[in-house]
């Protein structure tokens, strides 16, 4: 998977968006990682559509400890409930 480049607008639109905002169950979002700006803008995700998710999706646990997985609509969103760190987002494949 090659590196983007995410310029500093970029990031900060996402930021704005994300960084303060709370999950269904009180984790506050308090960073992103780049991997998952990166990954945002690779994907076509919108900040909107992000926050979306993980403030109505009921949680699960991931499969590291410290870690929930909130799903909705096709999209998947991992977050570092420890930190307030969002981990990756990922469009999930339909099975049919």
């Known amino acids: 998977m090659e590196n983007l480049f995410v310029t500093d607008q970029q990031?900060?639109?996402?930021?704005?968006?994300?960084i303060g905002s709370r999950t269904i169950d009180g984790v506050e979002i308090k960073s992103i990682?780049?991997?998952?700006?990166?990954?945002?803008?690779?994907?076509?995700?919108?900040?909107?559509?992000?926050?979306n998710v993980y403030e109505t999706?009921?949680?699960?646990?991931?499969?590291?400890?410290?870690?929930?997985?909130?799903e909705k609509n096709g999209v998947r969103v991992i977050i570092n409930i420890n930190e307030g760190v969002i981990i990756s987002v990922i469009r999930l494949k339909h099975r049919g």
């Open 33 to 51: 990682d780049i991997h998952a700006i990166e990954r945002m803008i690779e994907r076509g995700f919108g900040a909107s559509q992000i926050r």
């Open 57 to 70: 999706a009921e949680p699960k646990k991931g499969n590291i400890y410290g870690r929930n997985v909130y």
């Open 11 to 18: 990031k900060n639109t996402i930021k704005g968006v994300l």
